[in-house]
């Protein structure tokens, strides 16, 4: 199913962009877990629209309303429901793209898909108000997985033309200090802005503590779980793994990582090009992954565009929009791989 992730963690997301509501369904959490609320609420706060000129003006309070799955503030085994209602929808800014669709939006395919039933208020379920359920889901995983000593982080790495360091890829500094963006960073979105357009960037990831062996070989490798859930949301154009797509002007001998064994008796290895994955199954090294993120296609600027009609024309798009989405999209990648990561866990029956 395609709003359907996971084996043993199984995540259903629901709901559209202007819906009454959004909403996940995580079935396999262990019983017996009890969610910290208030460190939930800050994870989604990150993700929130309307957090300043960088951001869609549209507000959401984005406070989940769990329906099942807690019984006194603690998971009893049965499928864990949360809801979001969506209360600052407008969707008469919408009713253009009815007839034109916006260029590179859903909008075109989903129209031929779905006919006239398809929902195009604020990108229906093509939006990326989706990933606030997203997130509910994400960060429950990412405080089961800190009990075990898992920590995941991720960090904007570009933004436009302005680019942070990356992580150390042998020992990376979870939380970042670029979890957000720096000030040359906003003014390159303000300037994208004020010219009508939107800018796009790169977020990188890293896990540690994750043990040797996690994973599947073939379809079922760490990479293959991660890039399926990370390509889930809006406008990710692109996943690579330790040094990605350089290995490809490497040599062999630069780009393999050479083992030895640590002062605690563990193997280890030197440099970590692979990424902290070899074969689809975790090396125990810090797992680091990077997207690329596309500029927002919801610009001001007026672009050409056809009618389902047949007609040629030009589009003046209207509503709120993200002149950005990288800043929001952070903890999104945190997100998904937690649930990638904890699901590979349950399945391999490697929960204590």
């Not at 309303?65 to 949360?82: K, R, Y």
């Not at 809801?83 to 939006?105: A, G, K």
Request: hydrophobic fraction near 40%.
């Amino acid at each position: 199913m395609s709003n359907t992730f996971g084996t043993a963690l199984r995540l259903s997301i629901f709901g559209q962009s202007h819906a009454p509501a959004i909403g996940m369904t995580l079935e396999g959490l262990p019983a017996g877990f009890r969610p910290d609320g208030k460190a939930l609420q800050e994870f989604l706060n990150r993700r929130a629209p309307g957090q300043g000129a960088h951001t869609t003006s549209r507000k959401e309070a984005d406070v989940p309303e769990f329906l099942s799955g807690l019984v006194n503030g603690t998971t009893c085994g049965a499928p864990l429901c949360a809801v979001i209602r969506n209360t600052n929808v407008r969707s008469q800014d919408y009713v253009n793209l009815q007839e034109i669709p916006r260029p590179s939006h859903a909008d075109y395919p989903a129209r031929i898909k779905y006919g006239d039933a398809h929902d195009s208020r604020g990108g229906g379920k093509f939006s990326g108000r989706l990933t606030a359920p997203l997130c509910v889901a994400g960060g429950l995983c990412l405080q089961l997985l800190e009990q075990k000593n898992i920590r995941i982080g991720a960090q904007i790495l570009r933004i436009g033309s302005v680019e942070n360091p990356r992580f150390d890829p042998l020992a990376p500094e979870i939380p970042s200090a670029f979890a957000t963006p720096t000030e040359a960073m906003l003014e390159e979105i303000a300037a994208a802005k004020a010219e009508l357009d939107s800018v796009g960037g790169m977020i990188e990831c890293a896990v540690t503590g994750l043990p040797v062996g996690l994973g599947e070989p073939m379809f079922d490798g760490l990479e293959n779980r991660l890039a399926q859930i990370l390509f889930a949301i809006p406008g990710v154009k692109g996943v690579d793994f330790g040094s990605g797509f350089d290995c490809a002007a490497m040599r062999g001998s630069q780009h393999n990582d050479p083992y030895y064994v640590n002062q605690d008796g563990a193997v280890q290895t030197r440099s970590n090009h692979a990424g902290g994955i070899l074969g689809g199954l975790s090396t125990s090294m810090p797992l680091i992954l990077r997207v690329a993120i596309k500029p927002t296609p919801s610009i001001g600027k007026a672009q050409e565009s056809v009618s389902f009609s047949g007609k040629g024309g030009m589009l003046e798009i209207k509503g709120r929009h993200d002149p950005c989405i990288v800043p929001r999209a952070v903890p999104c990648v945190e997100a998904a791989a937690a649930i990638a990561i904890l699901d590979a866990i349950l399945e391999a029956k490697q929960w204590i």
